[in-house]
């Protein structure tokens, strides 16, 4: 009975991973982990600093000048300094997440799988009592749960510092629009998603290069061409809504617009005359109304979700990838 | 517990596109508490075969099965230090240390390391990156040997070392291979770097096996002979035979008495090594020791 639940438990033992294995990767690559909780840091100090005082100082610099009152003065398109600092420390935090995808993809092709490739340091890891496959699973999961922990509180954040009160901030952070590519990306999970993308592409490139340098080249270019491509694609992504203005006012819809123009009597849709905003401008070229395709507001979630999809799933296709590659090459199973 | 350490079944590995034969064909069996050479010219197949052993590469034919398993499944109880000795630059001794005792937590002994890093005066607390092409050959050889390895495999583990330094590793090494009846398979193409403590030959050539078995029972299946020239060596297996003036050299593997008026020696490693080296189109010779307790 006692041999029968000692088999048992050795062989439960035989088939978990070594539990150094996760010490080992921080041990390893400890002062990119120790860089990426600084980048983190960096974000969350800039944006809580714009959340508070430098919220406090921006609205008492606004409210001096008299802009909040009806009928600002000329003065208000210009920000004074305390504005400019609040501002600088909202694009400090946005800046560095969207330029996220692009270091994590560098340096998980570079550092964490391309440089140990061409060096042999992922051999000597393969020769200890760590399978390949383990091996990867912690490059992959590791750096992902670092990952996305530090873009997932960034991203609250600057939740919490976007929707806060309209009387506050609406006018500072009115500068920006909700699907401007970097208040989009850093507002819902697509941050998480690219980051998250370009680890799995860097992870490939490193496996498939096996040196660092070119890994690392490669690895920039696929992430910096799949988040175009995504922003490119993004209006695509989602059932658009059509609005209709008659021909005395101007369409001015409050979303992401795909495409606009003018109406005529017939219900074609003809671009935008060129004697736009002149008053006889309707009558003179036969136009009834302008029409406007776009996105509300309330589409931001499904166009999230449908980003965050394609680019999980790339991740996916990309580990799926890597995991293959290296079976292939070392033939071992688990 | 397996008496075979390595048993390897026509196996081949080609690389790239055009499928270069790295390795074809290899047949052979390595019983375990052997200390074997691995010998051959370079560009072999020697690191390859070593690689596959170790579970690194998959071959693209026949197979070979480590420890009486697949190279994989043996992972545990091998220990493989390649070429260039890899090691994160970035960590110390000590850090690189305790990597082997975390990758290896049913295995590890840290009295074996930390005793062959203080035998060669080294700091625990120095950098991988600021140590010496031998110093890092030492770190390497004792991370593999804090795994307790049932079978070591090194690759031309000592080519960075100097003189001293080699004579007193490959005493550390050989010690505790007896000790703990470690099957040790070291690759080298520096004959003389193998003789003596080794009691196994593999020879490679061109990605084929030329020579394999004890080291007693090939050197004792070889004759140097001396002879005039002109003489015949029918019907005995020649390896290599060469005249100078009016005497002649040769290396052959007798089938029966060599007859009178010839001088015979019996060949050393290197002289054995050297004279298939020298033949590429000698017949190859792979002994077991079970085929020769069967005969």
């Not at chain 1, 600093?49 to 009152?69: F, H, V």
């Not at chain 2, 064909?25 to 075969?49: D, H, I, Q, W, Y």
Request: include cysteine; hydrophobic fraction near 45%; charge should be neutral.
């Amino acid at each position: 009975m006692s041999a029968v639940t000692a088999g048992a438990s050795a062989a439960v033992k035989e088939s978990r991973a070594p539990h150094g294995l996760v010490p080992a990767l921080l041990r390893v690559h400890r002062s990119a982990f120790l860089f990426w909780l600084m980048l983190t840091a960096v974000c969350l100090g800039a944006l809580l600093w714009a959340a508070g005082p430098g919220a406090d100082a921006a609205l008492a610099e606004y409210r001096a000048l008299g802009c909040d009152r009806p009928g600002p003065g000329p003065d208000c398109h210009f920000s004074g300094s305390a504005v400019g600092r609040h501002q600088l420390a909202v694009a400090i935090a946005s800046g560095l997440v969207t330029l996220l995808p692009v270091l994590t993809a560098a340096w998980a092709g570079g550092a964490l799988t391309g440089r140990e490739m061409e060096n042999g340091t992922a051999e000597l890891a393969w020769t200890q009592s760590v399978s390949p496959a383990r091996w990867l699973a912690a490059k992959l999961a590791v750096p992902a749960v670092l990952l996305v922990a530090g873009t997932f509180a960034v991203t609250l954040l600057h939740r919490m510092l976007w929707s806060s009160p309209k009387n506050s901030l609406d006018r500072l952070m009115g500068w920006y629009e909700w699907h401007d590519d970097r208040v989009f990306e850093i507002n819902g999970p697509v941050a998480t998603a690219h980051t998250l993308a370009a680890l799995a592409l860097g992870v490939l490139a490193g496996l498939l290069l096996r040196r660092a340098l070119p890994a690392l080249g490669v690895a920039v270019l696929a992430v910096v061409s799949l988040v175009w491509v995504l922003d490119e694609l993004r209006p695509r992504l989602w059932p658009t809504t059509a609005t209709v203005t008659s021909a005395g006012s101007t369409p001015n819809p409050p979303g992401l617009v795909v495409e606009e123009g003018a109406l005529t009597a017939t219900g074609a849709r003809v671009p935008v005359p060129e004697c736009w905003g002149e008053l006889d401008c309707p009558a003179e070229s036969g136009i009834t109304g302008y029409y406007a395709v776009y996105h509300p507001s309330s589409h931001f979630w499904p166009l999230q979700l449908m980003e965050s999809g394609i680019a999980l799933a790339v991740a996916a296709l990309a580990v799926v990838a890597a995991f293959r590659l290296l079976r292939r090459r070392t033939g071992a199973a688990v | 517990m397996t008496d075979t350490a390595i048993e390897a079944a026509a196996l081949g590995r080609s690389f790239g596109r055009r499928r270069r034969q790295a390795l074809e064909g290899c047949s052979f069996r390595l019983p375990a508490g052997r200390v074997c050479a691995l010998t051959g010219p370079n560009g072999a197949g020697k690191s390859t075969l070593l690689a596959l052993a170790a579970g690194l590469l998959r071959p693209t034919e026949g197979s070979i099965a480590v420890l009486g398993r697949t190279p994989a499944a043996a992972r545990e109880r091998l220990a493989y230090v390649a070429q260039n000795k890899p090691l994160h630059p970035q960590l110390t001794i000590a850090g690189t240390l305790r990597l082997g005792r975390d990758l290896n937590p049913r295995r590890w002994d840290a009295r074996v390391p930390e005793r062959i890093i203080a035998e060669g005066d080294l700091d625990p607390g120095a950098r991988i990156r600021s140590l010496s092409g031998g110093q890092r050959t030492r770190v390497a050889l004792a991370l593999a040997l804090g795994k307790r390895p049932e079978l070591l495999l090194l690759d031309e583990p000592m080519a960075d070392l100097d003189p001293l330094a080699r004579h007193q590793l490959m005493a550390t090494l050989m010690a505790d291979a007896a000790d703990h009846g470690t099957t040790v398979v070291m690759s080298s193409h520096v004959v003389a770097e193998l003789e003596g403590s080794c009691d196994h030959l593999l020879l490679l050539g061109g990605g084929r096996v030329r020579l394999a078995g004890p080291l007693d029972d090939l050197l004792a299946a070889h004759t140097l002979v001396t002879g005039r020239s002109g003489d015949t060596l029918e019907p005995h297996t020649v390896v290599e035979s060469r005249t100078t003036g009016r005497q002649l050299t040769a290396l052959v593997r007798p089938a029966g008495p060599l007859g009178e008026g010839r001088r015979t020696d019996r060949p050393s490693l290197e002289e054995l090594v050297l004279a298939h080296l020298r033949s590429p189109e000698a017949p190859p010779l792979v002994l077991d020791t079970e085929q020769e307790a069967a005969a």
